[in-house]
């Protein structure tokens, strides 16, 4: 087999003493992605919200907790919430298309901002169950709406950083958010100033969002459509690229991963002798993990093919995972433990680019809430089977078998979801797909098989974008 990359194409498709873009391909620097001031604008605008949504979320935990029966109606909160993406991500996704992406994102965080107001009046739980529960669709709104403008917004080439370092916000907020609202409940005993905090940064992140200047586009025009409807025309746009198909089969097989071992992370802490500080430290391990996951994924992304990225990151969660069930040192398990949290964020970040690439602008919202949709119900399940197992036969003990047994058949899940992407990707970076469909019948025609010249054109179209480029 044959490999161009894209460095080699660029040098035989430009004079010598031209400056190849593609020299990036060698390293990862975030410094590089030299964003435009409508992309500037909207990481800004991002990483306040995301500040302001860790803060909204300990403050919902808090008055749950104080107003409702405890741990139980912190449970049945995160159930609430955890449901929102289930039945509504991709009508709302569908509703981000129909408003296009920038009045999306300002409907979202203006409606998120007044709902977070109105928790002062919060009296009985009940209002706060309501009020998590249309915050969470606020989010389902705001989630597609921002992906579909970070597209807009960049350039194919730099897609992949402008995701990573949206992600690696995301990840800082949920970090700086609790730590703010800590600091806020130790100067006040009320929750207002944690209310006002967290409502005076979500319409402080509105400011950026009406400074992007879009270009203008078609009138607007809603379509009646039912929640179901928008879930069988996600999954349809979706299996229409088989390559955003694949790449997000490994994305849910991490999740149900991730989804799973959650509920075994407090009785984990206990078997090291820890007491509720522990459960905070092997959580921040998660949280660490999340963070640098980005990182990873595009790292490999810009220097390795696709479908081994995959593989490689893919892999990271179920062996994190058996390393856990297998060591009685507690640095290494939470090294560990960071380590199956990087496949999560990583491989999100994978499946976001490749959708942005592969899928029409005009269906980003679509397609960004179907995802969010499965991964959701794959969330839930992946939670009420571990603490199903663990409720009726008592498991909790042998927590770290579940560990090994849980990587053990996610090691197994990744590599068939890799041996049936490998069909399809290894001939190409599978990224300019369209543009490779017609210029595979013209070299057809003209030279015969088409597989050097259309290695060479994809190198060129996509740019330093596509990693490497195979042919036969």
């Not at 350039?155 to 916000?169: F, G, H, P, Q, V």
């Not at 990873?296 to 093919?305: E, N």
């Not at 679509?366 to 959701?376: A, C, D, E, P, S």
Request: proline share 4%.
């Amino acid at each position: 087999m044959m490999k161009f990359t894209v460095s080699e194409i660029f040098q035989q498709s430009r004079p010598p003493d031209a400056t190849s873009p593609a020299r990036s391909t060698k390293r990862l620097s975030l410094a590089r992605l030299a964003p435009s001031r409508g992309l500037s604008l909207l990481l800004f605008s991002s990483a306040i919200s995301e500040v302001a949504c860790n803060i909204v979320y300990i403050v919902l935990l808090e008055r749950a907790y104080l107003l409702g029966r405890g741990s139980s109606s912190i449970g049945i909160l995160m159930i609430i919430q955890s449901t929102a993406p289930v039945f509504f991500g991709s009508w709302m996704g569908g509703l981000a298309d129909q408003l296009r992406f920038k009045r999306s994102a300002v409907i979202a965080n203006s409606a998120i901002a007044a709902l977070v107001f109105s928790l002062t009046f919060a009296k009985i739980v009940t209002f706060v169950y309501i009020i998590a529960f249309l915050i969470m669709l606020g989010r389902l709104l705001l989630i597609p709406a921002r992906l579909g403008l970070v597209a807009q917004l960049t350039d194919r080439a730099r897609l992949m950083e402008a995701n990573t370092t949206l992600s690696i916000l995301s990840g800082v907020g949920s970090f700086i958010g609790p730590a703010i609202a800590g600091m806020l409940f130790l100067a006040s005993d009320d929750f207002a100033p944690a209310l006002l905090g967290a409502g005076g940064g979500w319409l402080l992140s509105l400011l950026p969002l009406t400074m992007i200047q879009m270009k203008p586009g078609n009138p607007i025009a809603l379509r009646r459509t039912f929640p179901i409807e928008e879930i069988r025309n996600g999954w349809h746009l979706i299996r229409k690229r088989s390559t955003i198909t694949k790449v997000l089969w490994c994305l849910i097989v991490a999740t149900l991963l991730l989804g799973a071992v959650t509920p075994l992370i407090t009785p984990l802490s206990r078997q090291f002798g820890l007491g509720s500080e522990g459960t905070g430290v092997f959580f921040s391990a998660l949280g660490f993990g999340t963070l640098i996951g980005p990182l990873i994924a595009t790292g490999l992304f810009k220097r390795l093919h696709l479908s081994t990225t995959l593989l490689i990151v893919g892999l990271l969660a179920p062996v994190g995972l058996i390393v856990v069930g297998m060591l009685n040192h507690l640095q290494g398990v939470l090294i560990a433990i960071a380590v199956a949290a990087t496949a999560g964020t990583g491989l999100n970040v994978i499946v976001t680019t490749v959708t942005q690439r592969l899928s029409r602008s005009s269906h980003h919202g679509t397609v960004f809430g179907t995802q969010q949709t499965l991964l959701g119900i794959a969330w839930i399940l992946a939670l009420a089977a571990t603490t199903g197992l663990t409720a009726l036969w008592e498991l909790e003990s042998k927590v770290r078998m579940l560990f090994i047994a849980l990587g053990g058949s996610g090691f197994l899940a990744i590599l068939s979801c890799w041996t049936w992407n490998r069909q399809s990707i290894r001939k190409t970076c599978d990224l300019c797909e369209p543009e490779l469909r017609i210029a595979s019948v013209a070299c057809r025609i003209v030279h015969g098989p088409p597989y050097q010249i259309s290695a060479t054109l994809c190198g060129i179209i996509c740019g330093e974008g596509c990693g490497r480029c195979y042919s036969q």
